[in-house]
Structure formats: C-alpha cells, structure tokens
Nanobody
C-alpha cells in the first residue's frame, strides 16, 4: 500500500522554524515527484512546494519562497520541508503527496494521509 506518514509539526512562535518529514512506504521516491500541500481552517488545500523525481528541480508557492526548503533523502525514502521565518498565516495542516511531475497540471495521486499540524502563534 502506497502511503505517507507526515510528522514534525507543532506549535511555534512567529519567526521560528520547523522541519516536517514525509516518510513514504509501499513505493520508492525515485518514481514520483513529491509535493507538500497545506490546508488552513476554512480554506482550500493549496500547494506549497514540490521536488522532482531526481531531486534536481524544486518549486515553491510565492508565499513561502525564500523561507521554505524542500529536500529528500532517497536512502530514507523521506522528503523534508524546512520551514524558517514562520508566520501566523503558515498555520495549517501540512500533507505530502506523490505526483507524476511538479507542473501545475499534475494532480496528486492516491489518498491523503493524516497530515501534520503546524501552528504559528505567540
């Protein structure tokens, strides 16, 4: 069964940092692009960042550019999202998903995991 387990969320003050992890099982990262999404209360799920199959290409939503960094460790079959300079508007449940590519026309595959809650508040 192909699935992700997201972890690393928590409560952090504005300006703080967190590193989210997305551990994949049932498949290897080499076959897919992996994207992070987030959903804030009352809002639609939105794409945050994506890393290509090779890891050589990444993209970011304008709202997180310069603050978030996506990376992956194929040996651990895990994708990370380093989040710095966090803002209250980053508060959301964060999910990861596999895609065929990082282009906007490529839709997430499979079902969503439980996600990990990130709360940025003083």
């Amino acid at each position: 069964q192909r699935q992700f387990v997201e972890s690393g969320g928590g409560l952090v003050q504005p300006g703080g940092s967190l590193r989210l992890s997305c551990a994949a099982s049932g498949f290897t990262l080499d076959y897919y692009a992996i994207a992070w999404f987030r959903q804030a209360p009352g809002k639609e799920r939105e794409g945050v960042s994506c890393i290509s199959r090779s890891g050589g290409s990444t993209n970011y939503a304008d709202s997180v550019k310069g603050r978030f960094t996506i990376s992956k460790d194929n040996a651990k079959n895990t994708v990370y999202l380093q989040m710095n300079s966090l803002k209250p508007e980053d508060t959301a449940v964060y999910y990861c998903a596999r895609k065929l590519g990082c282009d906007s026309s490529s839709v997430p595959l499979g079902s969503w995991g439980q996600g990990t809650q990130v709360t940025v508040s003083s």
